[in-house]
Structure formats: C-alpha cells, structure tokens
C-alpha cells in the first residue's frame, strides 16, 4: 500500500490527474543539458497521478562513472539502449506488478500462520504495522534518491530487498522472522514505487513523445493497486490447491522476482547522473496552502486507507474463523476485490473532479460499511464480500480525491512535499486502525472489534460528508 518525494520541482507540473492511483504527480524538471526528472510522492496501496509531460521527451541514457561530467545527449552517445523504450516500457511495468504483488501475498496467509505457530490477531495486526513501518521509512530516507542516482540504480536494490524477504518467508516461520521479511518488503515498496511510476512515465515520453500521459497513468494504476490485489488471489489459489502453503505463493513470487530484475536490467536509464552529486537529505514534509483543506485531504486519505488496512491484515482470519469460510483462495479474492474496485474506481472517473469523486466516494464507502457490519453481525459472506467491494470502489475514489485536492492547493514548488506529507498521513492510517483492531480483539470478541472500526470510519465518512456539503453551498 502506495506517498512520497523528491526535490521540489522547478517547473509548475499540472494538477494531479485524478485517474491514477495514489500519489505520485510527476513533477518534470529540466536543467541545462540534463534530462528530465520525474518526482513522485507515493503511494502505498496505491499509484499516482503522473503529471504533464515536458515539451520534448526524455532521451535514454546510461549512468555516467562516478564523478564524470555528463549529460544526456552524451550518455546516449556512449552506450546502447539494452532494449527499445517501448519493450522497457512493459518490463518495468511488469516489475512494478510483481513487486506490489509480493507485498500482500501474506493477506490470506495469516490463518495459516495462526493455526501453525499460535499468531494472534494483535500479532497479525503488528506484522502488518512493521510493513508500513518500513514503506514510511524507505520513503523519508531514500524514496527520493532515483532522482540523482537514476531509476535503474533504484529499482535494482527495492527488489533485491523484495527477493531477500521472500527468500526469509521460505525459512521456517517464526515471529521474529516474519516481522524482518515484512520490514524488507516495506522498505522495498517504499523505494520502489515512485521510481517505478516516474520510470513508466519517462519511458513513455521517450517511446511516444507527443501522446498523451494518459497511458502511463493507467499502466501506473494497474500496476500499483492491482499487483496489490493480485498477489493476495495468486497466493490463495496457491495455498488452497499446492501442499506446503506457507512455502509454495512465495517460492513462486521469488522465481517472478527474479524475472522482475532481469527485465529491469535490460531496461535503458532515464535520468541522466549529476558529475557532482547533491548533500543527502531526508524528503522534506510540510503543509502548504489552505490548511483547511490540507486537513480535510489527510482526513480523506486516512478513511481510504483505513479499509485497505482491514482488508489486508484481519479480514481473512476473520472470513475463515468467524464466518466459517476457511478457503484460502476466497480470502484472496477478498482483497483483490477491494484493490481491483479502488483500481477501476479511480480510472474510469479520471475525468471527474475532486469534489464530486469525494461525494461519490463517502457514499460507496459509507454503503459498504453498512453492508460490511451486517454481514459481521449476521455472521454472512455475501454481504461481507458485497461490503468489500463497494468500500474498495470508495476507497479509491477518496484516495484519489484527497490527491487531487493537496495537489492544486499547493504552490508548484512545494507540492511534493505536500503530497509527502500527505501520505504519510495515508501510511499513519494504514497501519494504526488495524494496530487498533488487534488491541481491541483482546479485549472484546473480534466480531464487536471489527464494528468498532466500522462505526470509527463511518463517524469520519460522517464528517466529511458535512464538511463537503457546506463547501458546495460556499
């Protein structure tokens, strides 16, 4: 789940495109001789609205040896393209894909490891946390880094962190052991998603200079919101129909991973490298513009996220415990449906502005609160499931709306660190209502916990609806 940064831009990027997935506008930045570069503030469970495109496209380049002088035409000059943009386009979407995937192969899992080394829902609940722990972090440190070191030289090491992860699931499990391999995996996420949507975005400006951004928006979408949901499906299939569930999904992702890297390796860079590097810093996160709705957006931000944190942490042992629907392959469907509806949600009303996709969106997630607690009290799947997907479909709608809304208040200058500072925010409501849930569960049965949550997030829907409301009459 995808919220991040970068160096301020110098040329005012267009508003957000509220079509893609969280968060990344990007934000081009031409210097004397240097190619363009692209900043992305993250996203987690989610991609980002890549921003309008620089007059002339980016040229390819390769990276230039420490402490040459070099610029884009002469990189190109040097070195040969491995592959054309276009190929390259799709193979880094693909590792886009498999890696976001990876991140959520553990959602119908957790039964599994409940049932075999004695996991409770708080320990489920603090696996999950230690990942958004490591996205937050991955983000702060080094999210920003591909702008100076290159996109390749960024991408390599994330998913080297990704494999390294699934190479530890492959041990036998421990709690000790899952908490490391889920913090590997968030610190991967966290640098890799920005590079990745800023990389598409430079290799479809390369491959076709006057299209539109629209495409790469799209792919971004896709790769971002449905690896996340993909992963969990494919694990499930998995675990329910091979032996050894808790060793075939990740062996299996492991094999794609690597497939990931050698598609990465044969992509051209596209950013060309400084002779002389800049000071490191940490990303900066400020609040810029209106700090009404600065608050509102975060608001926004975290009622999104705080469904995809139910649904990838407590949901499936909740399906298979509570419900009694054990079906591995049913709690990964869950998720898929909920990522799939945010993913589809957010293309298919690109076109929409901010404030009607927030009134769209506290209604579906509102619905789907309502038919998810009923399908909680009633002990039933089919208006769980039904839940799942509307509150998805508004999920999406507000993560993208809250984007949107932080992007055109901020000054050009400062939007990145505006929209870091945003999701972190989405991060902090990520991992917190579902800490909050497995505190609660100790207390209360699961079943009250669960309408706990929902009662929260429907209060928050509540009032945002009323701020809304008053705004449209303004």
Known sequence: MSLHLGTRPATPPTAPTPATTVAVPVAPRVTARVAPRVTAPVTAPVTAPVTAAPATAPVL???????????????????????????????????????????????????????????????VTLVFAVYAVGVVLSLLLAGHLSDVLGRRTVLLPALGLELVAALLFLLPATLPLLLVARLLTGLGVGLLTATATAHLAELHRAHRPDASPRRAQVVATAANLGGLGLGPLVAGVLAQAAPLPLVVPYAVLAVLLVVAVAGVLLAPETVAVPAVRPAWRPQRLRVHGDRRTSVTAAATTVAAFGVFGLFTSVAPGFVAGTLHHPSRALAGALALLVFGGAALAQVLTGGVDAARRTRWGIAAEASGLVALAAGTVGEALVPFVAGAALAGVGAGLLLAAAVASVGAAAPAAVRGEALAA?????????????????????????????????????????????TSARRSRR
């Open 61 to 123: 380049v390769q990276a230039a040896p420490a402490g040459s002088s070099t610029s884009a035409a002469d990189a190109v000059r040097r070195g040969a393209r491995p592959v054309p943009a276009g190929a390259a386009f799709w193979l880094v979407a693909l590792a886009f894909t498999v890696a976001m995937a990876f991140s959520t192969v553990p959602t119908p899992l957790y039964p599994v490891y409940q049932a075999k080394i004695g996991l409770t829902t708080t320990t």
């Open 422 to 466: 945003l999701f972190l925010v989405a991060y902090v409501g990520l991992a917190v209502p579902a800490l909050g849930l497995g505190l609660a569960a100790t207390l209360v049965p699961l079943p009250a916990a669960v309408l706990g949550l929902v009662a929260l997030l429907l209060l928050l829907l509540a009032a945002l609806a009323l």
